[in-house]
Nanobody, 120 residues
Framework: VQLQASGGGLVQAGGSLKLSCAAS????????MGWYRQAPGKLRELVAA???????NYSYSVKGRFTVSRDDAKNTVYLQMNSLTPEDTAIYYC???????????????WGQGTLVTVSS
């Protein structure tokens, strides 16, 4: 299973970016999907998550500005980021709970990360 993240880049404060992350491989089902980020010198933190039922969870710092969504037909999770600030600068990682078979358990897979830089 591979998770390929894309959509990062350089944006001015107040701007928007949309990240995408597609899971591929021998996938039976994808459960929870989410986005994490790690800024220089800081620990990786959860930014947003979405369950298979569509329930969402956001960190306090991004609530109201970021929106997580998913397309199960494409095994893809998105992160729409609005009103970006320099404090949002980080490497953003996607992750997903993936089952490879109908009888196997779920395992957490990580994407390679995509850099988001917000200039002031």
């Amino acid at each position: 299973v591979q998770l390929q993240a894309s959509g990062g880049g350089l944006v001015q404060a107040g701007g928007s970016l949309k990240l995408s992350c597609a899971a591929s491989g021998n996938i039976f089902r994808v459960n929870n999907m989410g986005w994490y980020r790690q800024a220089p010198g800081k620990l990786r933190e959860l930014v947003a998550a979405i369950t298979s039922a569509g329930n969402t969870n956001y960190s306090y710092s991004v609530k109201g500005r970021f929106t997580v969504s998913r397309d199960d037909a494409k095994n893809t999770v998105y992160l729409q980021m609005n009103s970006l600030t320099p404090e949002d600068t980080a490497i953003y990682y996607c992750a997903a709970d993936v089952a490879l078979t109908s009888t196997g358990g779920y395992r957490y897979y990580w994407g390679q990360g995509t850099l988001v830089t917000v200039s002031s």
